[in-house]
T-cell receptor, first 114, second 115 residues
Framework: DVKVTQSSRYLVKRTGEKVFLECVQDMDHENMFWYRQDPGLGLRLIYFSYDVKMKEKGDIPEGYSVSREKKERFSLILESASTNQTSMYLC?????????????FGPGTRLTVL | AQSVAQPEDQVNVAEGNPLTVKCTYSVSGNPYLFWYVQYPNRGLQFLLKYITGDNLVKGSYGFEAEFNKSQTSFHLKKPSALVSDSALYFCAVRDNSNSGYALNFGKGTSLLVTP
């Protein structure tokens, strides 16, 4: 089974703190994604990466950055956390293309910024 | 841009009755469509996908979805609902405009199955 793990299930941080969310997958997937999920808004893509050291902005990249130094690990960074970044963060991974590229999701990190 | 819409925020159905969760899509080219389910405080789980071929796609947990090109729809169905099917359901379409083929998700439909 594909396994996507996220470093924390719940996280509480203060405004202005630097926050790191880590995601690791064990299926040798090329693609990795970070989404945030908010009630009534569904999932919105923050950033994705299709290869090591490669990254592309999604729909809502402002206030976030990412790092992919190894194929299995994709980190989301909040440089200076703000209260409007309180949300559920979901990491996903998939093969790069073709027909078998459904995304597999981690359990999510619920981040609260006070 | 590729997008999907889920017109219902919530669907209520009695246990044992058939259920339908609706999804319509807007794409240029051939659509790659997906359904995911999310149980409380969990990540999303893949249910099924349509790439090409038969319009009726079978997936996990007894779910199926019907692809209808003329109506641009991809509704999720199950012949007999279970209380344990109560969850949040997301329809998604693959975005072919970027190199990572990210998914564009609908806003989700909350399914409540009552005993």
């Amino acid at each position: 089974d594909v396994k996507v793990t996220q470093s924390s299930r719940y996280l509480v941080k203060r405004t202005g703190e630097k926050v790191f969310l880590e995601c690791v997958q064990d299926m040798d997937h090329e693609n990795m994604f970070w989404y945030r999920q908010d009630p009534g808004l569904g999932l919105r893509l923050i950033y994705f990466s299709y290869d090591v050291k490669m990254k592309e902005k999604g729909d809502i990249p402002e206030g976030y950055s990412v790092s992919r130094e190894k194929k299995e690990r994709f980190s989301l960074i909040l440089e200076s956390a703000s209260t409007n970044q309180t949300s559920m963060y979901l990491c996903a991974s998939s093969f790069r293309g073709g027909a078998n590229n459904e995304q597999f999701f981690g359990p999510g990190t619920r981040l609260t910024v006070l | 841009a590729q997008s999907v819409a889920q017109p219902e925020d919530q669907v209520n159905v009695a246990e044992g009755n058939p259920l339908t969760v609706k999804c319509t899509y807007s794409v240029s080219g051939n659509p790659y469509l997906f359904w995911y389910v999310q149980y409380p405080n969990r990540g999303l789980q893949f249910l099924l996908k349509y790439i090409t071929g038969d319009n009726l796609v079978k997936g996990s947990y007894g779910f199926e979805a019907e692809f209808n090109k003329s109506q641009t729809s991809f509704h999720l169905k199950k012949p007999s609902a279970l209380v344990s099917d109560s969850a949040l359901y997301f329809c998604a379409v693959r975005d072919n405009s970027n190199s990572g083929y990210a998914l564009n998700f609908g806003k989700g439909t909350s399914l409540l199955v009552t005993p």
